[in-house]
């Protein structure tokens, strides 16, 4: 049986354990991570720019989201220094959602293997383009994460900390639904 992992833990364990190359904040034994590769740029341009700087993450969802999506209790601010940016995650039994808007950093980060994690392009969030970063550090997490402005971007995470994943959707497929409802607020 697996054991839940911490909720702390749990929001930031993709983007957290993925710190640019050559940093101190990479863990001393990368075999368990998935190698670092680049992958090309989703082909969508951004028609417009969504500025994440001064959002609080704990607000991006509306109430009727967070009932949406079975999420009962308050959101907890959750500070990541290895991106330097601060996301709220949203435990519910047996997972933790996350929404982390990066605003020191743009997508290519990701794209071009900057950063540890597997990146693959996806079908673009409201006409902006977006990748899945996953790791072998944890096959139960998938992070969504849109290109919203030059230099900025919004990643959106879902982890599985059930030994029941049946219960759930697949990882990349909540962090999905979780970035569409955040990008849908945001464009209001």
């Not at 050559?22 to 989703?42: C, D, H, M, N, Y």
């Not at 500025?51 to 509306?62: A, I, R």
């Not at 079908?123 to 919203?148: E, M, Q």
Request: glycine letters at 6%; hydrophobic letters at 40%; charged letters at 20%.
């Amino acid at each position: 049986m697996r054991r839940p992992l911490p909720m702390a833990l749990a929001a930031v364990l993709v983007l957290g354990a993925c710190a640019p190359e050559g940093s101190q904040a990479r863990p001393e034994s990368t075999t368990a991570l998935a190698t670092t590769s680049s992958v090309p740029a989703p082909a969508t341009t951004r028609l417009r720019e969504v500025k994440l700087d001064g959002k609080n993450p704990c607000e991006m969802l509306t109430q009727e989201q967070l009932t949406d999506f079975l999420i009962k209790r308050p959101g907890q601010q959750v500070k990541i220094a290895t991106i330097e940016a601060t996301g709220c995650q949203w435990p519910v039994t047996g997972g933790a959602n996350s929404i982390v808007p990066v605003t020191t950093d743009g997508i290519e980060v990701w794209t071009e293997g900057k950063r540890v994690g597997k990146p693959t392009a996806i079908d673009p969030i409201a006409g902006f383009k977006a990748i899945t970063v996953t790791t072998t550090l944890n096959p139960h997490r998938c992070d969504v994460v849109v290109d919203t402005a030059a230099g900025q971007y919004l990643a959106a995470g879902f982890s599985l900390t059930t030994d029941k994943p049946e219960n759930f959707p697949q990882p990349c497929d909540r962090a999905r639904q979780l970035a569409e409802a955040a990008m849908q607020n945001l464009l209001k």
